[in-house]
């Protein structure tokens, strides 16, 4: 007994039918061969993907679809990523086309390919140890600002990593990046981290406009560590802002 897609002329035996996330219908036929025309009764047919038999371990990516994945923006599909990264074991794991909310922290220890976005709570880390770049986390959360925002995130809570690669990009920026709410569960930090290998491009926005401090503010709260790194055409306290950060840092 084989099975073939209709349409497809009788001499031609097996045909590859891929379906994408859900199959919509399908045709399928049954070949009987023989000359003793015996009737064959068929009480019903099921259709199963058997995939997962002998596909997935023969290919070099883990389907966080296959993991239990909805893709819809509402269901929390943290528990899925997580999955299909312990089943990777040495191979990608790829997020197709959709927005996958993610309710807690991931962490990722196999390359990750996003197709997809992921959507996440400012608090919420998705932690990428063999995809730590900016344009991996560009491609996660389809935009630049937050992608920037969320692997800093990373930057600060992974001992893995001392610095993040911009990968070359050039950034635009329209307003201050306040540093602190980027990475909320902290409010000092005493350990090197380096921001390399990109630019930031800034935008005119009256959100760039100065503001006068009073002297008395001054004198009750004084302003610590401001620190004006090397950057090209623009200083880079300008850029970041982070109200308490620690002496130490420097």
Same mark, same amino acid.
């Given at each position: 007994?084989?099975?073939?897609? %209709?349409?497809? @002329?009788?001499?031609?035996?097996?045909?590859?039918?891929?379906?994408? @996330?859900?199959?919509?219908?399908?045709?399928?036929?049954?070949?009987?061969?023989?000359?003793?025309?015996?009737?064959?009764?068929?009480?019903?047919?099921?259709?199963?993907?058997?995939?997962?038999?002998?596909?997935?371990?023969?290919?070099?990516?883990?389907?966080?679809?296959?993991?239990?994945?909805?893709?819809?923006?509402?269901?929390?599909?943290?528990?899925?990523?997580?999955?299909?990264?312990?089943?990777?074991?040495?191979?990608?794991?790829?997020?197709?086309?959709?927005?996958?909310?993610?309710?807690?922290?991931? %962490?990722?220890?196999?390359?990750?390919?996003?197709?997809?976005?992921?959507?996440?709570? @400012?608090?919420?880390?998705?932690?990428?140890?063999?995809?730590?770049?900016?344009?991996?986390?560009? %491609?996660?959360?389809?935009?630049?600002?937050?992608?920037?925002?969320?692997?800093?995130?990373?930057?600060?809570?992974?001992?893995?990593?001392? #610095?993040?690669?911009?990968?070359?990009?050039?950034?635009?920026?329209?307003?201050?990046?306040?540093?602190?709410?980027?990475?909320?569960?902290?409010?000092?930090?005493?350990?090197?981290?380096?921001?390399?290998?990109?630019?930031?491009?800034?935008?005119?926005?009256?959100?760039?406009?100065?503001?006068?401090?009073?002297? #008395?503010?001054?004198? %009750?709260? @004084?302003?610590?560590?401001?620190?004006?790194?090397?950057?090209?055409?623009?200083?880079?306290?300008?850029?970041?802002?982070?109200?308490?950060?620690?002496?130490?840092?420097?």
């Amino acid at each position: 007994m084989r099975s073939r897609q %209709s349409l497809v @002329p009788a001499t031609v035996r097996g045909v590859d039918m891929p379906w994408g @996330p859900t199959a919509i219908y399908g045709h399928f036929g049954i070949d009987i061969e023989g000359t003793n025309g015996a009737v064959v009764r068929v009480d019903d047919i099921e259709i199963t993907d058997a995939t997962s038999v002998f596909l997935r371990d023969m290919i070099g990516i883990v389907d966080v679809r296959d993991f239990g994945a909805i893709g819809d923006g509402v269901a929390d599909d943290a528990a899925a990523f997580e999955a299909a990264d312990q089943a990777g074991n040495g191979r990608k794991v790829y997020v197709p086309q959709g927005v996958y909310f993610l309710g807690q922290d991931v %962490s990722l220890n196999s390359e990750a390919v996003f197709d997809g976005t992921v959507a996440m709570a @400012p608090e919420t880390m998705l932690l990428l140890t063999k995809s730590f770049d900016l344009p991996t986390y560009i %491609s996660a959360f389809g935009d630049e600002t937050l992608a920037f925002k969320k692997a800093f995130q990373a930057l600060l809570n992974n001992s893995d990593h001392d #610095s993040l690669d911009l990968g070359g990009r050039k950034i635009s920026v329209s307003e201050p990046i306040d540093m602190q709410a980027a990475v909320p569960n902290r409010d000092s930090y005493a350990t090197r981290r380096d921001i390399r290998n990109g630019q930031f491009d800034v935008k005119s926005s009256s959100a760039w406009d100065t503001h006068g401090i009073p002297m #008395s503010t001054l004198r %009750s709260r @004084p302003i610590r560590q401001v620190i004006p790194c090397a950057f090209p055409t623009w200083p880079m306290w300008r850029i970041f802002q982070w109200d308490h950060w620690s002496p130490a840092a420097v």
